[in-house]
């Protein structure tokens, strides 16, 4: 567990982040991350009718979010924690922004990545100065050799969600948009594991009352969707969507923040995100990846209405494969 940097609430196996949390991981990462840009376009005002304020994260290191919660955990460290290291397992920006996070304050960081990992993001993360050990494309393997890593070096483990300074560096996005914009009537963010969507929805419920947080997430990965509806986790099976940043099921630590303080989860469809994501590079020139898509597909698909209201978005990354974009045949 973490220690005493951390205000946390038990309640039965849950354990809870503060806005306090939030703001002192905003303090300790602001040398290190983009303080990324809120961004509107009339185009997309008039295609979804809502005024729409776009949290351009694919703008920050890294290409994602991500790089947020990385950092508040690997600043957060004790300097003997520090000497260490970090480790993780991780196929995706994850792994990117825990690398670079490590070797900007200088430590070593240890990425276990499937075998089977796309060469880009090896390159990436290597690019980042991670030290990569490789294993079967199985979590069974990628826990157990994260552990061996553990065991024998000492280093902290940093999962990609399911942590509390992973959670509070992330709810940092949504603090810098209500403060560029405090009179939002709601705030879309994606969700995969939770991370992301439980450190918004701390961030923005504690922040302003009555506003309103929503997630989004694709009809073919809907495990949030279905476990909000069952009041208990549902683990993703056999997932499908071209969003493969929100192919994640939801974490312990995550879950019961998301029950409590999201609206709902609004799934969106392939097509959709497809669609909004194109309609994003053409007409605001903002370069977004599927799973960032997802926000401005609620909107585009009109599964609720949020028409003439302030709606905040998280546009959570931008790391596309420009040889496989989804609207090329």
């Known amino acids: 567990m973490v220690c005493g940097l951390w205000s946390i609430v038990k309640r039965g196996y849950e354990m809870t982040i503060t806005l306090t949390d939030i703001q002192q991981a905003a303090q300790r990462i602001k040398p290190y991350i983009h303080r990324t840009p809120v961004l509107t376009n009339k185009s997309l005002n008039e295609k979804v009718g809502a005024q729409v304020y776009m949290k351009c994260e694919n703008l920050q290191k890294v290409g994602a979010f991500k790089f947020r919660g990385a950092s508040n955990a690997v600043w957060s460290l004790t300097d003997e924690e520090a000497a260490r290291g970090v480790v993780t397992h991780s196929s995706g920006n994850h792994a990117q922004a825990l690398a670079l996070a490590a070797k900007m304050r200088g430590i070593p960081a240890y990425i276990v990545m499937p075998s089977n990992a796309p060469q880009v993001k090896k390159n990436a993360v290597a690019g980042y100065g991670g030290q990569i050990t490789f294993c079967e494309p199985t979590l069974e393997a990628r826990e157990s050799t994260m552990e061996g890593i553990r065991l024998r070096t000492g280093a902290s483990v940093v999962h990609p969600y399911d942590n509390e300074r992973v959670m509070a560096g992330q709810g940092t996005a949504a603090l ?49 969707f279905r476990s909000m509806q069952a009041g208990k986790i549902i683990p993703s099976q056999n997932p499908k969507t071209i969003a493969d940043g929100l192919l994640t ?4 630590l995550t879950y019961p923040v998301i029950k409590e303080r999201v609206e709902q989860v609004v799934t969106v469809s392939e097509a959709g995100i ?19 898509a ?22 959570s990354g931008g790391n596309v494969d420009l040889e496989k974009l989804p609207w090329q045949k």
């Open 176 to 224: 810098e948009l209500l403060e560029e914009v405090p009179d939002l009537d709601v705030i879309l963010a994606p969700v995969g594991g939770g991370g992301l969507l439980s450190g918004t929805s701390i961030a923005a419920t504690e922040t302003k009352k009555g506003i309103r947080v929503i997630a989004a997430e694709p009809e073919m990965a809907d495990d949030a």
């Open 274 to 292: 497809v669609d909004s994501m194109k309609f994003i590079w053409e007409r605001a020139k903002i370069v977004i990846e599927p799973s960032a």
């Open 249 to 252: 099921s939801l974490g312990v």
């Open 294 to 315: 997802t926000v401005i597909a609620v909107l585009w698909e009109r599964k609720i209405d949020l028409s003439g209201l302030k709606v905040g978005v998280i546009l």
